[in-house]
């Protein structure tokens, strides 16, 4: 796109995303409007505003909303296939049988610490949070729900498993953007992260087994069990032959398979044991991948969970998700963001000021942006002068980019980790927030070290700029 003819000013990048931030906080908590129509009152607020700057016409203004869409179309693309990947697994078996062996194997005192190892395991291997969340989340809370667990508890076990291995994974998109935007090494980035959400995950850890005790005296009865896992086996055909897609899409993406054809083939292999060991009619399958199956195990909860997936249940979050990246398109295309960002960091003197201020203007621009990966490479364009005028080393910025950027996109509701977490969770970002433990606590333990100096690298002066 091309530039505008100024930037804005400092006031006038306040006042527009002050009045953003009003709208989407009186509407969403006051009002208790749709979030759709909250985010088209800000892409007018912020299409205004850019053309009081252009005063050009509107075509600037739709090429800033076409270029903030056309930066996550990768995340477009893992909409789409989550939601046909659900539908697969569901059809086949896949996730009948995890819940299945999972009543049975797992007891509720050692639910949310399994589930939170599980889910991090899995993650890092895969490097992909959703892929996560669209598989081993949807059947943890399949299990959790079973056990009686409240649902907001689980989802932020697993979104805290989810992005600790997301966060952490060398295969992970946003662990190499970090690094890459930072001018630093990957491994040494992760070696970096590891002193801050090292701690913080053995932190969440332990809360979540103490968590997991409220729960151990009051055992699955035998006849619930019976009740469930019967329900299951007279719907499906169970056997270990269902996790093959499980197995398929960890094992391409260990081979360092990119994530949206690991998780098709996996959807195909779904495909194929749906039609070939339960018998369904193919046809039904594919009308499943688009709208969804219906569960029919006669138990409630289970059908509940088994008539989820489908591309057209992911509809509600892409229409979200598009609205929001346009909004961020005009205002980082604009420099409202920018504006803001370096005005304050002028301000900026401490250590503990400037990732303080790294941190939450990551979490900013995830606000106002809806996704993490242009805040991260704006932030690594930002800030790292800022960081080299301190002598402090690169890594502490790349690792702070990932806290204030990484961690804080699920825990707003319309960005695209939000709205995607939410949508395939069944429980919505406000709920799940407070136990996102990982998500809020890895970045106020930066901060806090950051005040007393631990983990602060310090680089030595390059003695050509002496």
């Not at 509701?413 to 939000?418: E, K, L, M, Q, R």
């Amino acid at each position: 796109m091309t530039e505008p003819n100024k930037l804005p000013g400092f006031l006038h990048a306040q006042v527009t995303f002050g009045a953003i931030v009003v709208v989407i906080g009186y509407g969403l908590f006051v009002l208790e409007a749709s979030l759709h129509s909250l985010m088209l009152i800000c892409l007018l607020i912020a299409g205004v505003s850019a053309w009081m700057l252009e005063r050009g016409g509107f075509e600037p203004i739709r090429d800033a909303m076409n270029a903030g869409i056309s930066r996550a179309f990768g995340a477009i693309y893992i909409f789409i296939l989550i939601g046909v990947l659900i539908a697969a697994l569901i059809q086949a078996g896949s996730v009948s049988a995890l819940i299945s062996y999972g009543l049975q194997v797992i007891s509720p005192a050692v639910f949310l610490p399994a589930g939170l190892i599980l889910c991090s395991v899995m993650s890092i291997a895969t490097g992909t949070s959703w892929g996560t969340v669209g598989t081993a989340g949807v059947v943890l809370i399949g299990i959790g729900g079973a056990m009686e667990i409240p649902l907001p508890l689980v989802a932020g076990m697993i979104v805290s498993g989810a992005c600790f291995g997301d966060k952490m994974s060398p295969v992970s998109d946003t662990t190499n953007l970090a690094a890459m935007s930072s001018g630093t090494n990957l491994y040494a980035h992760i070696r970096s992260m590891t002193y801050t959400t090292g701690p913080t995950y053995l932190i969440v850890l332990a809360i979540f087994t103490v968590l997991g005790q409220g729960y151990a005296a009051n055992p699955m009865p035998a006849e619930r069990l019976l009740e469930l896992t019967t329900a299951l086996n007279d719907a499906y055909v169970i056997n270990l032959l269902c996790l093959l897609p499980f197995v398929v899409m960890i094992g391409l993406s260990l081979a360092r398979v990119a994530a949206e054809p690991a998780m098709m083939a996996a959807a195909v292999v779904a495909v194929l044991l749906a039609v070939v060991m339960q018998g369904a009619d193919f046809t039904a399958v594919l009308n499943a991948l688009y709208g969804g199956g219906k569960g029919a195990t006669g138990v409630e909860a289970l059908d509940s969970l088994l008539s989820r997936g489908g591309i057209a249940s992911m509809m509600w979050t892409l229409s979200l998700a598009l609205m929001a990246l346009a909004l961020g398109g005009i205002l980082h295309g604009f420099g409202f963001l920018r504006v803001l960002i370096t005005t304050v960091l002028h301000r900026v003197r401490s250590t503990v000021g400037l990732v303080t201020t790294t941190i939450v203007s990551c979490l900013v621009g995830n606000m106002t942006m809806g996704e993490a990966y242009m805040t991260i490479i704006l932030g690594g364009q930002l800030f790292g002068e800022a960081y080299d005028a301190q002598e402090i080393d690169r890594t502490v910025l790349s690792r702070s980019l990932e806290e204030g950027a990484t961690l804080t996109t699920t825990l707003i509701p319309w960005t695209t980790g939000g709205a995607f977490f939410a949508s395939t969770l069944g429980v919505s970002v406000i709920d799940y927030a407070p136990w996102a433990l990982l998500n809020w606590m890895n970045p106020l333990l930066s901060i806090l070290f950051a005040a007393f100096g631990i983990a602060i690298f310090r680089r030595k002066p390059d003695p050509a700029l002496a």
